[in-house]
């Protein structure tokens, strides 16, 4: 039918390095030169490049107006003062549990994205990806696609090659700057630091940071590439549990691509069965994981969907329908090879389908068009018990922690009691006990507050240091964003002390504010 | 052939062919071993810790020699930076030393750094002199006052505070020191013990607990004619002679029955000695300003500033 595009078709010397009949224990790595690709998932991912790299370079300049007496960082990780801020969101250490709450969610995601469309992270948002995918364009730009990258490798020595070679280099270690430099904003004031870090005023910590993050950005984007992915990173053999027979997973469809030949136009005059497949490798080239998408779902496939990409456009050339290598669930993936002919075998073990049995023709009708009898994957394998227990749990802590949000107080009290002594006898008879109280305004705002009791009879507080001058209440100042202790004592008469223990309250109340907040508190007398 | 018997001699290496690593030449019963090169990351970490230990070596004290060490370029040593902290720590403590020596006690409070400053040295300083006598939290014990409470002896604003603890109470090493002396009435046979059991019942009474009211009549007299002229003619005590205010419900030895009649017959004095001579002005100072802040501080009277 096309075979008459077959001579259009550029077929690539290459070997899937890291597929496992090439790649042998304990033998060094082969460099992978991936060659560049043009298609929707190409385009998507430079979208999503630019959006992640976006987020996280400009990220520390944005600017959130606090008021005088709070940093006006959009997001800033201020460990010197132990407090985080989130735009209109202010955490104190002992709300971390904020940050708690919104990993679970991402690890809930995780899972939620993984068992719906497979290594979605990996291929698209990881930021070894990205980055490995950032670096890929600088040495793509400085030494060309990969046929000319592979002779320039094997070339000798010369003032060219090393012009160029120093040019990539010296560019992957500025990235690597800019990503150390651009982790240290959300530390500290943005523009200040980069005015310290250009004066060479900032600390010992900060260029030890943009060093150690340069170096890793370098070695992990520049040089260990996808060893990270296959070696270092424990989530491809977590992801086995992710997945199942309702996942997306980028597929090379055999059943419509075997039997594969590179002569398809002798081939069909011979009579013999012939898939969609012109094994032109394309798939091959551009994967920057170095594997043959075609011997199935394995470990190192990131599902970037570059091969996608180019055995569309192959397909495009040869007149075909796209689709060969797809996004596919494998119960589809499964249900289309029983279709096409092929039959689950044993095989070492494991229940493999022997491709040897495939029939093009119980794939394409009389028309030559794919038979309506292969089934296509809808959104509907999005739906499903797990999917929606992930959802769930995953909505649920969003709820709990908006929830949380919205209800937490701007105002608390800590208060422990003194023990030794226990309590003291006054010369009237009376007892006093003493009390370490700590209020927190955690509104960057300088406000006033009342400390008073409730539930002690008789008791009267004061404040240490502050002379045998009782009252009811105290009036507490407390400075914009700050924690404030106070000794007080409680003083309670003889006549009002009818236990040995009283158990009240103190109470704090915001003054010309609605803030209050109590702590349950007990006073200790000698036994009646 | 013959050199292939040589390529096969027992002592020579060779490379195998399945890896294409040398082997180390040595073979036992057909056994031979790879020489497999350590992986290159290994090897430059190695030749880095060499790199570094050569520099180390060059910057800090390293050698050692029979008597010292070899100095180093930089001469830096753990001791010598410890020293270091020391000396500034001290050189700001002593300015702030300075600063309490010489502003009034009453005012101290007013500069927060310097309150807080003396009342942290105070604590610390009150862990190693005083809590042994007057207890960890300043609680005290019988025969030793209870520095949290509003009674004192010898006054509780801050220079009585500080009097007493530069100079102590009773000893024989300060001229300065506090001095009285109770008389032991029974002991000495100024009363007869009929008389000390009445005034007895009239201490109780002052002190609002359960007396003999005939006896506290007879005791009333009493009081008046042995008591009065140091604690007081309504046993509200004396500070200028250290006198207990007898009417209130503390009591250095015991507020009973049993107890008073003890201390009126063979009174027990308690002894401190005169801090002054053993730690500096400054020191003192921390310590009443820490005394004073338990909770018993009494404000300093305007006739009584320094």
Redesign the interface.
């Known amino acids: 039918m096309s075979a008459e595009h077959d001579t259009t078709v550029e077929t690539f010397l290459v070997e899937p390095t890291n597929s496992k009949e090439y790649r042998e224990l304990y033998t060094a790595r082969k460099k992978i030169h991936p060659r560049r690709t043009h298609g929707f998932f190409r385009n998507l991912k430079w979208l999503v490049m630019l959006v992640t790299l976006g987020i996280y370079y400009v990220t520390p300049w944005l600017r959130w107006d606090r008021g005088p007496h709070a940093p006006d960082q959009a997001v800033l990780i201020d460990l010197a003062n132990t407090r985080f801020y989130f735009f209109f969101i202010e955490i104190w250490p002992q709300e971390f549990f904020f940050v708690a709450g919104l990993l679970i969610m991402a690890g809930i995601g995780l899972f939620l994205i993984t068992s719906t469309v497979g290594r979605a992270w990996c291929g698209y948002t990881c930021p070894q990806t990205v980055w490995v995918d950032l670096f890929l364009v600088v040495e793509r730009a400085i030494e060309g696609d990969r046929n000319a990258r592979i002779k320039l490798d094997a070339a000798p020595m010369s003032a060219g090659k090393a012009a160029k070679r120093i040019a990539k280099h010296t560019t992957w270690l500025l990235i690597g700057v800019a990503t150390g430099g651009a982790w240290i904003f959300y530390f500290a004031d943005a523009p200040t630091l980069l005015n310290e870090l250009i004066v060479g005023e900032a600390s010992f910590a900060a260029y030890a940071t943009v060093a150690l993050l340069t170096a890793t950005t370098y070695t992990f984007g520049g040089l260990l590439r996808e060893q990270v992915c296959t070696y270092m990173c424990p989530w491809p053999r977590i992801q086995g549990a992710m997945l199942d027979e309702h996942s997306l997973t980028v597929t090379y469809n055999d059943w419509r691509g075997e039997p594969r030949s590179r002569h398809t136009k002798k081939t069909r005059a011979e009579g013999r069965p012939v898939g969609d497949c012109v094994d032109c490798n394309a798939c091959v080239a551009v994967c920057p994981m170095g594997i043959d998408i075609r011997d199935g779902q394995q470990l190192e496939c990131i599902t970037c969907a570059l091969c996608i990409d180019a055995c569309n456009s192959v397909m495009d050339k040869l007149g075909f329908e796209r689709g060969l290598i797809s996004y596919a669930t494998l119960g589809e993936y499964n249900a289309n090879m029983a279709t096409a002919g092929a039959r689950l075998v044993d095989r070492a073990g494991d229940r493999v389908w022997d491709t040897s049995q495939i029939k093009p023709s119980l794939v394409r009708g009389e028309s030559g068009h794919i038979s309506k009898a292969i089934a296509h994957t809808g959104f509907s394998s999005f739906i499903r018990p797990r999917t929606l227990i992930y959802f769930a749990i995953w909505s649920l802590c969003g709820l709990a922690l908006l929830a949380a949000l919205m209800l937490r107080d701007r105002l608390d009290i800590n208060v422990s009691r ?4 226990l309590y ?6 009376a007892i ?1 006990n ?1 009390y370490d109280v700590k209020i927190l305004n955690m509104k960057p705002e300088p406000r006033s507050f009342e400390l008073y009791l409730s539930g002690l009879e008789g008791g009267q507080i004061s404040l ?2 502050a ?2 001058s009782q009252s009811d209440k105290l009036i507490v100042d407390v400075r914009p964003d700050q924690l404030r202790k106070i000794k007080v ?1 409680v003083k309670v008469p ?1 006549n009002k002390l009818a236990k040995s223990r009283l158990d009240f309250e103190f109470v704090v109340q915001e003054i010309g504010g609605p803030e209050m907040t109590t702590y349950q508190a007990r006073f200790e007398s000698p036994s009646q | 052939m013959a050199t292939d018997d040589h390529k096969h001699d027992d002592h020579k290496a060779e490379i195998d062919e399945i890896s294409g690593t040398q082997t180390t030449g040595h073979e036992w019963d057909g056994i031979k071993e790879l020489d497999t090169p350590m992986p290159r990351w290994w090897v430059w970490t190695f030749y880095a810790t060499i790199a570094f230990a050569i520099g180390y070596m060059i910057y800090y004290p390293a050698i050692p020699l029979i008597e010292t060490a070899t100095g180093g370029i930089s001469g830096e040593t753990a001791r010598g930076l410890a020293e270091k902290q020391m000396a500034a720590v001290k050189e700001a403590k002593s300015e702030l030393d300075v600063k309490l020596t010489s502003t009034p006690l009453q005012e101290v ?1 007013d500069d927060e750094q310097l309150y807080r400053y003396a009342i942290a040295g105070g604590r610390s300083l009150y862990k190693v002199y005083c809590s042994q006598c007057h ?5 005290g014990a019988a025969g030793f006052p ?1 520095l ?4 004192w002896l010898w006054g509780g604003d801050l220079n009585a505070i500080r009097t007493t603890i530069a100079h102590g109470v009773r000893n024989e090493d300060d001229e300065d020191a506090r001095f009285s002396q109770m008389p032991a009435f029974g002991k000495d046979g100024i009363l007869t013990s009929r008389e000390i059991a009445d005034v007895t019942e009239y201490v109780l009474k002052i002190s ?1 607990q359960e007396y003999g009211a005939e006896e506290a009549k007879a005791g009333k007299t009493i009081f008046a004619e042995n008591c009065a002229a140091c604690h007081g003619e309504n046993g509200l005590g004396g500070r200028e002679f250290g006198a207990p ?1 007898l009417a ?3 009591a250095l030895y015991g507020n009973d029955r049993e107890s008073l009649i003890r201390q009126i017959t063979a009174p027990r004095h308690g002894v401190m000695p005169p801090w002054l001579e053993r730690l500096s002005e400054a020191q003192v100072r921390k310590l009443a300003l820490y005394v004073h ?1 338990l ?5 300093t009277s305007a006739a009584e500033t320094e």
């Open positions: 003194d023990r030794n002594p003291v006898t006054l010369s009237d008879g006093r003493g240490a240091g002379a045998q004592f003889r | 409070s207890g960890s939290g300043a609680q209870n949290n409470d509003d009674d609002d205010n209130d419900a503390l802040s909770g018993g501080g009494e404000k």
